[in-house]
């Protein structure tokens, strides 16, 4: 909250100047989910604002330049061998859901021989590519993490798109692990 304090204050807002919020809903760390969104949740239940959310994987391929022949993998090194992974055509339309796959298997799920690989897991997927032969891979220069104002874009697109009463219910996070806790007995904390 002491971050969105200061960027309102750096932009000479208040709360009441905002119209919508756009959050980033995952795939992620679970406890950085849970963190987030619940300060968008308040902020956004607090002032009666939609509330949309990005995934990361869109959100750092957003800003991609592609070419024709080439499709975007925006991944994430999800540790313990496994990536988070969603690709993309050059006009930046999902060509697949996100998903955790081990990361000898990432390539079954990258269609076509040209990729521009996105995020902390590109350079994992670069050094499979190189091992095919008639597989070309390149590392986009663009920033591993998600960038707010890409965020934001992506959620005025969408505000656009579908109108703003199409986000007052707050978006749930994209967890494709389960959480490494456990609560006593076995129960899974999100699940119960």
């Known amino acids: 909250m002491g971050v969105i304090a200061r960027v309102l204050d750096e932009a000479r807002l208040t709360p009441a100047d905002l119209g919508a919020l756009a959050v980033t809903i995952g795939p992620g760390t679970f406890t950085g989910l849970r963190v987030g969104l ?3 949740r308040g902020l956004a239940l607090a002032r009666a604002l ?3 959310g990005i995934t990361t994987l869109e959100a750092i391929a957003a800003p991609v330049k592609a070419v024709a022949d080439e499709v975007i993998a925006a991944i994430f090194d999800a540790r313990r061998g496994e990536v988070y992974l969603q690709v ?3 006009n930046h339309v999902a ?3 996100a ?3 081990p990361l000898e298997e990432a390539l079954i799920h990258v269609p076509g021989a ?5 995020g902390t897991g590109a350079e994992l997927l670069a050094s499979q590519i190189a091992e095919v032969p008639d597989l070309a891979c390149r590392l986009a220069d663009n920033p591993a993490q998600p960038d707010a104002l890409t965020v934001a874009q992506l959620a005025v697109a969408q505000l656009n798109r579908h109108g703003p009463d ?7 996070p994209l967890y494709l692990r389960a959480p490494d806790a456990k609560l006593p007995g076995g129960l899974d ?4």
Do not use: E
């Open 95 to 97: 060509l697949t859901q």
């Open 166 to 172: 199409h986000f007052r219910l707050a978006p749930a």
């Open 88 to 90: 993309f055509d050059a």
């Open 99 to 101: 998903m955790i796959v």
């Open 189 to 192: 904390p999100v699940l119960g």
């Open 38 to 40: 619940a300060a968008a």
């Open 114 to 118: 040209r990729v521009v690989a996105v």
């Open 50 to 52: 939609p509330l949309v």
